[in-house]
């Protein structure tokens, strides 16, 4: 079956330092992955989608990668803040209206 | 403000009992979803709905129910035969033709 896997454990990186966070897919080859950041007790936000035919996709201090080699998406924040801190949940689509996530990874950034 | 609301954010209910989750949106989407989140593991799809009236299982729909209405509403119920329904529950919708989900901030259900 399809799966998507991120590493389950959280990931402390100081103030300033490039955060990244990996994505692996197994099974089946996703035309595209999401990636959404959580907050505790609050709905998933959309930050930003990459198709399998774009390697690189930025939004602002938002880098995404899409190796479909490799069968993996690396997220990547740079210039990381304390603001930053959060669960990041990467997604693929698996058929049309249906999605898989990950268990997400958590994210602390210390000042 | 445009979006989508869940109510109440945090539901208590006896076993045995059914509850009603709430879920509204003004985006004027298309397609709902709900979603359960438990610790540790993905979100899973219970149900999701493409159009009004009509609607699709998703992973894990046994013991839950939903409508569609209203292109607006898409609320879910949590039935007495769901054996494990202490959990966080999201909806969420999307555009047709696109692959983004907006999701709503969550309904946190526990059974005592």
């Known amino acids: 079956s399809q799966k998507i896997e991120q590493n389950s454990e959280a990931l402390n990186i100081q103030e300033g330092k490039t955060a990244t966070l990996t994505c692996n897919y197994t099974?089946?080859?996703?035309?595209?992955l999401q990636w959404y950041r959580q907050d505790p007790g609050r709905g998933p936000v959309f930050l930003l989608l990459i198709r399998e035919n774009e390697k690189e996709k930025r939004k602002e201090r938002l880098k995404v990668t899409f190796d479909t080699t490799l069968k993996q998406s690396l997220f990547h924040i740079t210039a990381s803040q304390p603001a930053d801190s959060a669960t990041y949940l990467c997604a693929q689509g698996s058929g049309t209206y249906k999605y898989i996530f990950g268990t997400g990874t958590r994210l602390k950034v210390l000042a | 403000d445009g979006g989508i609301t869940q109510s109440p954010k945090y539901l208590f209910r006896k076993e045995g009992q059914n509850v009603t989750l709430s879920c509204e949106q003004n985006?004027?989407?298309?397609?709902m979803y709900w979603y359960r989140q438990d610790p540790g593991q993905g979100l899973r799809l219970i149900y999701y709905?493409?159009?009004?009236?009509?609607?699709q299982k998703g992973d894990i729909a046994e013991g839950y129910s939903v409508s569609r209405e209203k292109k607006e509403s898409f609320p879910l119920t949590v039935t007495s035969a769901q054996k494990n329904p202490t959990a966080f529950y999201l909806c969420a919708s999307s555009m047709a033709g696109t692959d983004t989900q907006y999701f709503g901030p969550g309904t946190r259900l526990t059974v005592l």
């Open positions: 985006l004027n989407h298309d397609a």
């Open positions: 709905s493409q159009i009004v009236n009509d609607f």
């Open positions: 099974n089946y080859s996703p035309a595209y």
